[in-house]
């Protein structure tokens, strides 16, 4: 539960930000919702706890960024820089980042709610515990990546690479994974309806018998 109180430092546009970025300011605990700053570069810097909701940042340099416990919300970060940054426990809802580089990235316990991700580049990047439930994640490339029981129930997983990645105990169920590739994973104890496709061969299951049931959720 993210709690707001007044205590948050805001900036009126871009420039302001630039400013106190400039004099050393802090962007722990900023407001920068509802600002245009695409293609801007603040790389390296603390913004762990900021606010980033309704903002523009396609193009932007985040490089190993502290965003631990960031909130954004209906933004744009299509094409943003992540690359080894750090966003546990961030919470992100229907926010753009098709063509992002999270490469390296540390995003532990971040939800990532109905947001979409195509064509990301997930190299050596830490999921584990993510919630991701509803997003869209086709033809994302996860390479190396750690997904210990994250959460992929719904996602559209279509076109999507999964090389030497740890997926125990990820949540699979009704997700689409249509043309999805998965090489050399770590499988035990993945929650998925049918036939395990990263086995490389059908289970024991006669699920042309299984007759349909409701687990209730």
């Known amino acids: 539960m993210y709690e707001f109180d ?29 600002l245009n700053l695409i293609d801007i570069d603040l790389s390296g810097l603390d913004l762990s706890g900021a606010l980033l909701s309704g903002s523009c940042l396609k193009g932007a340099n985040l490089e190993n960024c502290n965003l631990q416990a960031v909130f954004i919300q209906d933004a744009d970060l299509d094409r943003v820089n992540l690359k080894g940054a750090d966003l546990q426990q961030g919470f992100l809802q229907r926010v753009q980042l098709n063509g992002a580089d999270l490469s390296s990235a540390d995003l532990s316990g971040t939800s990532f ?19 991701m439930q509803g997003s869209d994640l086709s033809g994302t490339l996860f390479s190396g990546a750690s997904l210990n029981e994250t959460m992929l129930r719904e996602c559209d997983l279509m076109g ?43 289970g024991d ?11 209730g959720e």
């Open 6 to 34: 007044d205590s948050y430092e805001t900036f009126s546009d871009r420039a302001s930000l630039i400013e106190a970025r400039g004099k050393g300011g802090s962007l722990v605990d900023a407001d920068l919702s509802f």
């Open 113 to 131: 709610l109905l947001c979409h991700l195509q064509n990301v580049q997930m190299s050596d990047t830490r999921l584990d515990d993510a919630q």
């Open 160 to 202: 999507t690479r999964f090389e030497r990645c740890d997926l125990r105990g990820a949540d699979l169920r009704k997700a689409t994974i249509t043309h999805a590739v998965f090489e050399d994973i770590q499988a035990e104890g993945i929650l998925y309806y049918g036939l395990a496709p990263w086995s490389g061969k059908g």
């Open 205 to 215: 299951k006669e699920w042309d018998k299984v007759l349909p049931t409701f687990d």
